[in-house]
Every structure is written in C-alpha cells, then in structure tokens.
C-alpha cells in the first residue's frame, strides 16, 4: 500500500497475521494458508514447503504492480487454485508491451512451479531489475538531520535503560510524516538495503567522532535493545526520535497505557517483560524499575514515569552542556 496520497510516496508492504519468521532455511511447512492466488503451487497441493513459497508470492505482487491484473484468472476458487498449481500464465496483455524484458524475466523465475528453479529471496534481491532500480540508500538527509541523527545515537546510549525503554515504544506509534527523516537517515546508514543495520556499517558512518572501538561498541549495543547483533529499524528510530521533536506529554500519556498491559494504573515488573519478550531479563527490569520507582514500592506510578523521564531529559541536555 501506499503511505500517503503524495506523488512519490513510499510503498509498504502490510498484513503479516498468518506470518512466521523461520531461521532455519531447511525449515518445512505443512499448512495451507494465504489467499488463493497468491498461493505457490507447492502450498495449494499440501506438499511441505519452505521460504520459497514466500517467493512465488512476491512474483503474483510484482506481476500485479506491474499489470495491474493478477496473474491467474477464475471464475471460482478452485479454477483459480488449478491455474496456479499449474503455473498458467502470460505476458499477452498490452501493458506488458512497455514492461522490459529485465522485468518479465523477475517475474517469470519467481512465478515458476519447479521449487528448484525459482528464485531465493537473497537471489531475487541480486536480480539485474532491481540492481538496476533507485536504491533506498541513494536518499541523503539534510546534513543539519545527519548531523543530528549522530549526536542522538551518542546521548541515547548515554540514556539510561529506562529512558531507552520509553523512546522504544514510542517509535512504534510515530506517524510516517513523523519521522520521514529519519527514515533516510537510517536508509543512509543501511547502505546494503538489508533492513538493518550491523556493527561494520554503524562504525563506519560515526567515524567522524574518533570514538574508540570500544566506545563505538558500547554504543552500538546500547542501540541494540533486542539484542540482535544489528540495529533493526524501530531501535534506530527510538535511538534519534528526539532529533526530531521534544516529546509531547501526550505522547509519554500514550506510552505508560502502552506499558501498563493489565490498565491497574500502574507499570510493574510483569507488564514490562510482557512488552519486552524474549528479550526480558530480571536484571534489566530490576534496573529500570530502581530508575524509575521513588516510592520504593516496586510499582511505577504515572507521575513517576513523567518524572523520571524529564530528568532523565534534563541531564541528557546537562550533558550536551546546554543548560
């Protein structure tokens, strides 16, 4: 879909409710979901299939964009499902008459039955089409929002766990016009397209600073709040949110209810590694809740959350010899 009305917007891809992240490629699946014609072949027969089902699929969207028209045709679902399990489909249409060769080609080793033959993610990714096409990384922020940018990832390392923990959901309810900056900022730091960036890339754009590998370490996993060995997307953006902008108490309203999971009024232990995940450690919450908790009583308050949150604000400005 489209983000935003405006001639050149970006495009984004939604509706991940029957997603699962696999780690092993040699992972099988044996169950048939997703709607019909996006379905491999492999998928509509029930035969055990792997991430390449994923790629014959991103072959029927490419095929859509490009023709506005989808690739099998019916007049029933199971008409539909024997187009595809047999791979009937062509490029006789006018409009494919401007589509280059370099395109069809994409298309065609995505949208083939044989699972051998069609193309990996990693290898549709190196296809001629897209090498030829505007990468992300080719957008440059303004120097002032670079600029920015590097000093935020320095003082948001510098920011207690607590703090760290706030701007993390917070950048998961920013607006695209929000952040639309920081976006490029990250594309520019990102400059393989990969989605994340690693511990190479980020060292190599704050070299400027003549921090010492340590240091640039230090900060790169203080970034790296999941604990990925990269620097995922939202983290980059939680870590420069407040280039932007001075953070709303509207906002910190919005993130408490965020992390007050049960609405008791209060933010305990429990509801923080309910937010957290996987990722969730007794010391970790243990520190943010010594940050954070006045009372002592091992609960965090709304009025202490905005507290601690502004002093923490208030000692990252000391810091930058501002006030």
Same mark, same amino acid.
């Given at each position: 879909?489209?983000?935003?009305?405006?001639?050149?917007?970006?495009?984004?891809?939604?509706?991940?409710?029957?997603?699962?992240?696999?780690?092993?490629?040699?992972?099988?699946?044996?169950?048939?979901?997703?709607?019909?014609?996006?379905?491999?072949?492999? *998928?509509?027969?029930?035969?055990?299939?792997?991430?390449?089902?994923? +790629?014959?699929?991103?072959?029927?969207?490419?095929?859509?964009?490009?023709?506005? +028209?989808?690739?099998?045709?019916? +007049?029933?679902?199971?008409?539909?499902?024997?187009?595809?399990?047999?791979?009937?489909?062509?490029?006789?249409?006018?409009?494919?008459?401007?589509?280059?060769?370099?395109?069809?080609?994409? *298309?065609?080793?995505?949208?083939?039955?044989?699972?051998?033959?069609?193309?990996?993610?990693?290898?549709?990714?190196?296809?001629?089409?897209?090498?030829?096409?505007?990468?992300?990384?080719?957008?440059?922020?303004?120097?002032?929002?670079?600029?920015?940018?590097?000093?935020?990832?320095?003082?948001?390392?510098?920011?207690?766990?607590?703090?760290?923990?706030?701007?993390?959901?917070?950048?998961?309810?920013?607006?695209?016009?929000?952040?639309?900056?920081?976006?490029?900022?990250?594309?520019?730091?990102?400059?393989?397209?990969?989605?994340?960036?690693?511990?190479?890339?980020?060292?190599?754009?704050?070299?400027?600073?003549?921090?010492?590998?340590?240091?640039?370490?230090?900060?790169?996993?203080?970034?790296?709040?999941?604990?990925?060995?990269?620097?995922?997307?939202?983290?980059?953006?939680?870590?420069?949110?407040? +280039?932007?902008?001075?953070?709303?108490?509207?906002?910190?309203?919005?993130?408490?209810?965020?992390?007050?999971?049960?609405?008791?009024?209060?933010?305990?232990?429990?509801?923080?590694?309910?937010?957290?995940?996987?990722?969730?450690?007794?010391?970790?919450?243990?520190?943010?809740?010594?940050?954070?908790?006045?009372?002592?009583?091992?609960?965090?308050?709304?009025?202490?959350?905005?507290?601690?949150?502004?002093?923490?604000?208030?000692?990252?400005?000391?810091?930058?010899?501002?006030?």
């Amino acid at each position: 879909m489209f983000e935003s009305t405006e001639e050149n917007a970006e495009m984004k891809i939604i509706d991940f409710g029957l997603s699962k992240k696999f780690i092993d490629p040699s992972a099988f699946v044996h169950d048939r979901v997703g709607t019909i014609y996006t379905m491999a072949p492999e *998928v509509i027969e029930g035969i055990p299939y792997s991430f390449k089902a994923d +790629t014959f699929s991103l072959g029927v969207i490419t095929y859509m964009l490009l023709s506005s +028209t989808k690739p099998f045709w019916g +007049t029933s679902k199971s008409e539909v499902a024997r187009m595809a399990k047999r791979c009937i489909y062509n490029f006789n249409s006018n409009i494919w008459d401007v589509i280059s060769d370099d395109a069809k080609d994409f *298309v065609s080793k995505l949208l083939t039955k044989s699972v051998s033959e069609r193309l990996s993610a990693l290898q549709a990714k190196q296809h001629p089409w897209l090498a030829k096409m505007s990468m992300l990384s080719s957008t440059i922020p303004h120097a002032n929002i670079r600029n920015g940018v590097e000093e935020s990832l320095v003082r948001y390392s510098d920011s207690g766990d607590f703090k760290r923990l706030v701007l993390n959901v917070l950048a998961q309810r920013t607006t695209t016009e929000d952040i639309k900056d920081l976006r490029e900022a990250f594309h520019s730091f990102d400059i393989e397209n990969n989605g994340f960036i690693t511990n190479r890339q980020f060292k190599e754009q704050l070299s400027r600073f003549n921090f010492g590998e340590a240091e640039l370490d230090k900060i790169f996993n203080n970034v790296d709040v999941n604990r990925t060995g990269d620097i995922m997307y939202n983290e980059f953006i939680a870590a420069t949110l407040e +280039t932007q902008h001075h953070i709303e108490e509207t906002k910190l309203i919005d993130a408490f209810d965020r992390l007050d999971t049960d609405n008791t009024g209060f933010i305990s232990k429990k509801n923080i590694c309910c937010v957290l995940g996987r990722h969730c450690s007794d010391e970790y919450v243990n520190n943010i809740i010594n940050e954070v908790d006045a009372s002592g009583d091992g609960l965090i308050s709304f009025d202490e959350f905005i507290a601690a949150f502004r002093l923490q604000k208030n000692n990252d400005i000391k810091g930058k010899g501002l006030l």
